[in-house]
């Protein structure tokens, strides 16, 4: 019998059981990080200039405006379909100043614009995770006053063990070299994001990522114990970072699916045409009788600045409110037709400003509360 209370402060076991609570991201000071091979192996190589000049100067601060308006906005769209919204407390020079600990220095933080990278949310626990890059170190610190408060009222509380960071947890830049399956991360030590994971009630998938290693893997697996199984799918993604812009589960029996980065873990093959190419994509055999909705390319121009990650982002990284309701970026009509052809209610919100920082809807928050109890879906 499972221990978990579904009238808990913190709940929450898929992603598309109904939102009750979310935490929203701030991209309030958003500061460039320095220059580090973890970064080279997953940020676009048209950025690295702006990465070796400017680390600890401020990102474009018309941009971090026009993206706080729209996380602003963003918030106001969920508290109107219901939803409780939290956010995270900025301090002044929480991003722009130097990390120094007895294992490595930093010149600067990044932000606090990405709760569901630091956070994930577990049954009744929120467990916060020890990133890989040392930018980000001391992520947690804007959502510590909303955690403590969750655990105040019965909320679980866990910090992985935080990675010591040294030189020893990377490939050094001259040997590092970009290819599938290659990672930039050594098994030095357990480091993950928790946007690595991704939620089906006891069944939960991760991949192995420039962010995230085995020995991550291995702590959550141990961590979270019987009641969970931990699937590790493998994907054709050189710059593998977080399965939130890759594999994204909508819904009992459904999901989406970035057509570029094909899974190749298992036996069970659905196939499909991606730019006049016939795509192979071999999921494990538990998937069989699930819908596989393949995701629309992106319409975000090629200028459009994108300073972590690839364009998918935008019609990938959708956010579910239930299992009909999915939140969409506004400018993205082929997503849109696609979900309504699938038989979601979609909520369009601007989101194009915010896009450039790494993530859309999904990146941008981390469940709270989602009506539901812990279930199998297979
Ligand atoms: N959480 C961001 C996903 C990044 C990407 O898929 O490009």
Redesign the pocket.
Known sequence: MSKIDPACIVNSHTEWDPLEEVIVGRVDDATIPEWHVSGKA?WPAKHWGMYKEHAGESFPRELVMKASEELDNFSQVLEMEGVTVRRPEVRPGDFDRPVSTPDFESVSQLYAA?P??VLITIGNEIIEAPMAWRSRFFEYRPFRSLIKDYFRQGGGWTAAPKPEMSDDLYVPEDKWQEGAGKFVTTEYEPVF?A?EFTRMGRDIFVQRSQVTNDFGIEWMRRHLGDEYQIHVLDFE?K????????FIPLGPGKVLV?PK?PCITGNHKSFFTYQGETKEYALPDMFKGWDIFVAESPVLPESHPLY???P??AS??VLLLDEKRVVCEASEEPTIRKFKEWGFDVIKVPFRHFLPF???F??ATCDVRRTGTLQSYF
């Open positions: 997953v990405m569901r990278d994001d946007a993604d710059n593998a970072m977080h399965i939130d812009g890759t970035n980065r972590f990650t690839s998918w982002t990938c990284n790494g993530g859309s999904h990146c």
